[in-house]
């Protein structure tokens, strides 16, 4: 047999006879294979290539054409997703028929109606499909699971809607629709939609998007419509979708160098930490494997074993434990991932078949060997150079110290601060993240060190804290990596978590409305003054006892509709800005209280601006612009005034003021301090006035702090409690000798779990606190790149306290508790007479 074979064996057997270290290694070793297993399964089952979902989007149609709005200019580009649009009022597109759409497609071709909006019953909106599915050409598009599919004057519903056959659905201003039959969507099992061959469908308004909402049609050609007929069908106003074009697409360009070399940095960066983390939580169970094997391989050793023998055996069992791992972690994962994607889509999202991304799983399968092997190095290297004589004997081995490492790693640490400060200027966090790798390191490298300084200081503390101390300091080969974990992990969550909520407060910060948080506006579009007159009736009758503040348009001699607007800069970067047009109603509504300074001001004819860094010598600088008049520049006296809330800017304009400009006002808005009850209908009762209507309500900035940073601390405190244990774990065996001459001379049992709950509080706080140090200054780097928007915008820093406070305590209080409540029997100890 082999040296190889036989040291697997022997690894097999250890782990076999310590199962309870081997599923602690195994969990430590799993645990990232099994969450990133699993979400990359998840992401290719609930990705839906235009492959898979061809039927879904032509059903048996060769193409499918939507109608683009009138006045609307399309410019498709390859692969059938881009599109833009530029508006024109003097070209108009027509509105064209199935006749007209057949034409154009050439001759033999057949088209059917596939038109996609809304139905309004009440206050509620549900997605529709007009076409009829018994047409051979929607086959696939939909699959039918009870009832039938429906005819004139039906529909079938999708699962999520909760409707069933014989249920009536009740559009506004139509005939009642029968529900006859339940068809699902192959992808989408959350989509609520009801599909029928003659809906009434909602006015879309500004809802149009060739993938969303539209007239369309399904189209059976005689020959593919390939991207070569793209642009004429444009030119006539058509959006596109073949059968050809998505199974051949064109090339896809290159990603750019700047953009390959930051995802390759990226990538890298966090296979690097992750791997660093996962070593560094399994080293202290290996070695606790070592402690316990230090006899054996001794007895090997002294029957002829060489030092690559030894080296061979311990990194059998990093092979042995991290290879069950993988396989086992790869295979959970794989499984939660395809299970959990049905669950998922349920609640919202596509489902694809199920697929497994299996280069990418490998990868990481082969990322968790490697680490169950790098984590069984140090415990090997040790293992071969152990003395067989002081073993046998019974003496622990000296420690030995590498001068050289507390040098090297501070000139890491020192080199990967420098590149931190040059790459915070950089656009993309993924620098700082890179350059964190190094700073790790070089910290890892320093542990040692840094536990061999604290030994000083403990001769201040209570006896059990002491000897806990001590024994970690004296025996720091074993402390140190156990705390580099606890540093590594609580860095990573530190520097997330600083990063992170840096970019949510200047999110908040930089949210600004011209209106204050509960005002209700009510704009109308181009419209006469008899039809404004009715629709200022009816907001009153629909609103009453609700104060109503005016609103003004500024038109030209032409009656051309102007907007007056300026420039301003708002949390460092540049926001456009619509001034407003009104009176003291309305200045009142704006500020939230009676300002006499504003209100004299305004009343004087000068424009009251609530965006200081807009006014400048007392003029404000206005450009008038129109989509049929040439424009205009204008500079008004203006005041600075408060506005109602922080998040506020804009400014108002007296009608004196404009109309001294040349224009002329007309009452177009509507304001009041009014939130419209859930569900309210008051959009749809002034629709019915005039469809050029717009209803919106201020609510302010609604974004919470993202929750999965707890989610972050959850995990962190998983893996660290877990570490500490298992470093807790090992030093409770080597400090046997110290914990039965305690009990001999009569320590109580208390006092011995102090002693070991000691060495999880000193592992535990040493590295959080270095974990803090490096996390912090990670985590502020990180902020600049994520939080500004050009050389000229500061960066928002703000540290979650809370967070970062329960990053660094919490975790060294929950292992202390667990290493408090961990059974300690007294230690039989055998001695010599």
Same mark, same amino acid.
Not at 49 to 72: K, Y
Not at 96 to 107: D, I, Q
Not at 291 to 306: H, V
């Given at each position: 047999?082999?040296?190889?074979?036989?040291?697997?064996?022997?690894?097999?057997?250890?782990?076999?006879?310590?199962?309870?270290?081997?599923?602690?290694?195994?969990?430590?070793?799993?645990?990232?294979?099994?969450?990133?297993?699993?979400?990359?399964?998840?992401?290719?089952?609930?990705?839906?290539?235009?492959?898979?979902?061809?039927?879904?989007?032509?059903?048996?149609?060769?193409?499918?054409?939507?109608?683009?709005?009138?006045?609307?200019?399309?410019?498709?580009?390859?692969?059938?997703?881009?599109?833009?649009?530029?508006?024109?009022?003097?070209?108009?597109?027509?509105?064209?028929?199935?006749?007209?759409?057949?034409?154009?497609?050439?001759?033999?071709?057949?088209?059917?109606?596939?038109?996609?909006?809304?139905?309004?019953?009440?206050?509620?909106?549900?997605?529709?499909?007009?076409?009829?599915?018994?047409?051979?050409?929607?086959?696939?598009?939909?699959?039918?699971?009870?009832?039938?599919?429906?005819?004139?004057?039906?529909?079938?519903?999708?699962?999520?809607?909760?409707?069933?056959?014989?249920?009536?659905?009740?559009?506004?201003?139509?005939?009642?629709?029968?529900?006859?039959?339940?068809?699902?969507?192959?992808?989408?099992?959350?989509?609520?939609?009801?599909?029928?061959?003659?809906?009434?469908?909602?006015?879309?308004?500004?809802?149009?998007?060739?993938?969303?909402?539209?007239?369309?049609?399904?189209?059976?050609?005689?020959?593919?419509?390939?991207?070569?007929?793209?642009?004429?069908?444009?030119?006539?106003?058509?959006?596109?979708?073949?059968?050809?074009?998505?199974?051949?697409?064109?090339?896809?360009?290159?990603?750019?160098?700047?953009?390959?070399?930051?995802?390759?940095?990226?990538?890298?960066?966090?296979?690097?930490?992750?791997?660093?983390?996962?070593?560094?939580?399994?080293?202290?169970?290996?070695?606790?494997?070592?402690?316990?094997?230090?006899?054996?391989?001794?007895?090997?050793?002294?029957?002829?074993?060489?030092?690559?023998?030894?080296?061979?055996?311990?990194?059998?069992?990093?092979?042995?434990?991290?290879?069950?791992?993988?396989?086992?972690?790869?295979?959970?994962?794989?499984?939660?991932?395809?299970?959990?994607?049905?669950?998922?889509?349920?609640?919202?999202?596509?489902?694809?078949?199920?697929?497994?991304?299996?280069?990418?799983?490998?990868?990481?399968?082969?990322?968790?060997?490697?680490?169950?092997?790098?984590?069984?190095?140090?415990?090997?290297?040790?293992?071969?150079?152990?003395?067989?004589?002081?073993?046998?004997?019974?003496?622990?081995?000296?420690?030995?110290?590498?001068?050289?490492?507390?040098?090297?790693?501070?000139?890491?640490?020192?080199?990967?601060?420098?590149?931190?400060?040059?790459?915070?200027?950089?656009?993309?966090?993924?620098?700082?993240?890179?350059?964190?790798?190094?700073?790790?390191?070089?910290?890892?490298?320093?542990?040692?060190?840094?536990?061999?300084?604290?030994?000083?200081?403990?001769?201040?503390?209570?006896?059990?804290?002491?000897?806990?101390?001590?024994?970690?300091?004296?025996?720091?080969?074993?402390?140190?990596?156990?705390?580099?974990?606890?540093?590594?992990?609580?860095?990573?969550?530190?520097?997330?978590?600083?990063?992170?909520?840096?970019?949510?407060?200047?999110?908040?910060?930089?949210?600004?409305?011209?209106?204050?948080?509960?005002?209700?506006?009510?704009?109308?579009?181009?419209?006469?003054?008899?039809?404004?007159?009715?629709?200022?009736?009816?907001?009153?009758?629909?609103?009453?006892?609700?104060?109503?503040?005016?609103?003004?348009?500024?038109?030209?001699?032409?009656?051309?509709?102007?907007?007056?607007?300026?420039?301003?800069?708002?949390?460092?970067?540049?926001?456009?800005?619509?001034?407003?047009?009104?009176?003291?109603?309305?200045?009142?509504?704006?500020?939230?209280?009676?300002?006499?300074?504003?209100?004299?001001?305004?009343?004087?004819?000068?424009?009251?601006?609530?965006?200081?860094?807009?006014?400048?010598?007392?003029?404000?600088?206005?450009?008038?612009?129109?989509?049929?008049?040439?424009?205009?520049?204008?500079?008004?006296?203006?005041?600075?005034?408060?506005?109602?809330?922080?998040?506020?800017?804009?400014?108002?304009?007296?009608?004196?003021?404009?109309?001294?400009?040349?224009?002329?006002?007309?009452?177009?808005?509507?304001?009041?301090?009014?939130?419209?009850?859930?569900?309210?209908?008051?959009?749809?009762?002034?629709?019915?006035?005039?469809?050029?209507?717009?209803?919106?309500?201020?609510?302010?900035?609604?974004?919470?702090?993202?929750?999965?940073?707890?989610?972050?601390?959850?995990?962190?405190?998983?893996?660290?409690?877990?570490?500490?244990?298992?470093?807790?774990?090992?030093?409770?065996?080597?400090?046997?000798?110290?914990?039965? $001459?305690?009990?001999?001379?009569?320590?109580?049992?208390?006092?011995?779990?102090?002693?070991?709950?000691?060495?999880?509080?000193?592992?535990?706080?040493?590295?959080?606190?270095?974990?803090?140090?490096?996390?912090?200054?990670?985590?502020?780097?990180?902020?600049?790149?994520?939080?500004?928007?050009?050389?000229?915008?500061? $960066?928002?820093?703000?540290?979650?306290?809370?967070?970062?406070?329960?990053?660094?305590?919490?975790?060294?209080?929950?292992?202390?508790?667990?290493?408090?409540?961990?059974?300690?029997?007294?230690?039989?100890?055998?001695?010599?007479?």
């Amino acid at each position: 047999m082999s040296a190889t074979a036989a040291a697997l064996r022997i690894a097999r057997r250890t782990a076999w006879r310590s199962r309870g270290r081997s599923a602690l290694i195994m969990v430590m070793i799993g645990l990232p294979v099994l969450v990133i297993t699993a979400v990359l399964t998840l992401t290719e089952t609930m990705t839906v290539t235009s492959t898979e979902g061809l039927a879904a989007e032509l059903g048996a149609a060769d193409a499918r054409l939507v109608q683009v709005p009138e006045g609307t200019v399309l410019h498709q580009q390859p692969g059938g997703a881009n599109w833009s649009t530029g508006g024109d009022t003097a070209a108009t597109t027509p509105r064209r028929g199935a006749a007209e759409v057949a034409a154009l497609l050439g001759p033999g071709a057949r088209v059917i109606p596939f038109s996609t909006g809304v139905l309004r019953i009440g206050a509620e909106r549900i997605d529709a499909t007009e076409t009829d599915l018994r047409d051979p050409l929607t086959r696939g598009t939909l699959t039918l699971s009870e009832g039938r599919f429906p005819s004139a004057g039906e529909v079938a519903a999708t699962p999520a809607s909760g409707l069933r056959p014989g249920d009536l659905l009740r559009p506004d201003g139509a005939a009642p629709l029968k529900v006859v039959g339940v068809a699902e969507h192959p992808h989408r099992p959350s989509l609520r939609m009801v599909v029928g061959p003659d809906l009434p469908l909602a006015p879309l308004d500004d809802m149009w998007s060739p993938l969303g909402y539209g007239a369309g049609w399904l189209a059976d050609t005689a020959r593919p419509v390939s991207w070569a007929d793209v642009p004429t069908l444009n030119a006539a106003g058509m959006f596109v979708t073949s059968r050809t074009m998505l199974t051949s697409p064109p090339t896809a360009p290159t990603r750019g160098s700047a953009a390959e070399v930051q995802y390759t940095v990226g990538i890298g960066a966090m296979v690097i930490m992750v791997g660093l983390e996962v070593v560094l939580l399994a080293g202290p169970a290996f070695a606790v494997g070592l402690r316990r094997r230090r006899r054996e391989l001794a007895e090997i050793a002294a029957q002829g074993g060489s030092a690559a023998h030894l080296r061979t055996i311990v990194l059998a069992d990093g092979l042995i434990l991290g290879g069950a791992a993988t396989v086992v972690a790869a295979a959970l994962g794989i499984a939660a991932g395809t299970l959990s994607a049905p669950v998922l889509a349920r609640w919202g999202g596509w489902l694809g078949p199920p697929d497994i991304p299996w280069p990418p799983i490998a990868c990481v399968a082969a990322l968790g060997l490697f680490a169950g092997l790098a984590a069984a190095v140090a415990p090997a290297v040790q293992a071969a150079r152990q003395n067989t004589a002081t073993v046998l004997a019974g003496r622990a081995p000296a420690a030995a110290d590498r001068p050289g490492w507390p040098l090297a790693g501070a000139t890491l640490v020192l080199a990967g601060l420098g590149a931190t400060v040059v790459a915070r200027r950089q656009t993309a966090p993924v620098w700082v993240l890179g350059c964190a790798v190094p700073v790790l390191f070089g910290l890892v490298m320093m542990t040692p060190w840094l536990v061999g300084r604290t030994g000083g200081p403990a001769a201040r503390l209570r006896l059990p804290l002491r000897v806990a101390v001590r024994d970690a300091v004296r025996n720091r080969t074993r402390t140190a990596s156990a705390v580099a974990a606890v540093m590594a992990v609580t860095a990573t969550v530190v520097a997330v978590g600083i990063g992170t909520h840096s970019e949510y407060i200047d999110r908040r910060d930089a949210y600004t409305s011209a209106r204050p948080t509960g005002m209700l506006a009510i704009w109308a579009g181009p419209i006469g003054d008899p039809a404004w007159n009715r629709l200022r009736a009816e907001t009153v009758l629909r609103l009453p006892g609700v104060p109503l503040a005016s609103g003004y348009q500024a038109r030209d001699a032409q009656g051309r509709r102007y907007a007056l607007r300026y420039t301003t800069r708002w949390n460092g970067t540049r926001t456009r800005r619509t001034a407003a047009i009104g009176d003291q109603a309305l200045l009142r509504l704006l500020q939230g209280r009676h300002d006499p300074q504003a209100a004299a001001a305004l009343a004087s004819g000068r424009a009251v601006v609530f965006d200081a860094a807009a006014v400048r010598d007392g003029r404000l600088t206005l450009r008038a612009s129109s989509t049929s008049g040439p424009p205009r520049t204008l500079e008004v006296p203006a005041v600075t005034a408060t506005p109602a809330d922080a998040h506020q800017g804009g400014a108002l304009l007296p009608r004196a003021l404009v109309e001294q400009a040349g224009f002329s006002t007309a009452e177009r808005q509507l304001y009041a301090m009014h939130r419209p009850p859930a569900g309210s209908a008051l959009w749809r009762d002034l629709a019915r006035v005039t469809s050029r209507v717009t209803v919106a309500s201020e609510e302010g900035y609604r974004n919470v702090p993202d929750p999965g940073l707890w989610g972050w601390l959850v995990g962190a405190s998983i893996l660290v409690v877990g570490g500490t244990l298992a470093a807790t774990r090992l030093a409770a065996a080597d400090m046997r000798p110290e914990r039965a $001459a305690m009990a001999a001379i009569g320590a109580p049992p208390g006092t011995l779990r102090m002693v070991v709950a000691g060495q999880a509080l000193y592992i535990s706080v040493l590295g959080a606190l270095v974990g803090l140090a490096a996390g912090t200054v990670t985590g502020v780097a990180l902020s600049r790149p994520m939080t500004t928007h050009g050389a000229a915008d500061p $960066a928002t820093i703000a540290i979650p306290w809370p967070f970062v406070i329960a990053a660094v305590a919490g975790p060294p209080i929950l292992a202390t508790v667990a290493a408090l409540i961990t059974r300690t029997r007294p230690p039989l100890t055998r001695r010599l007479l």
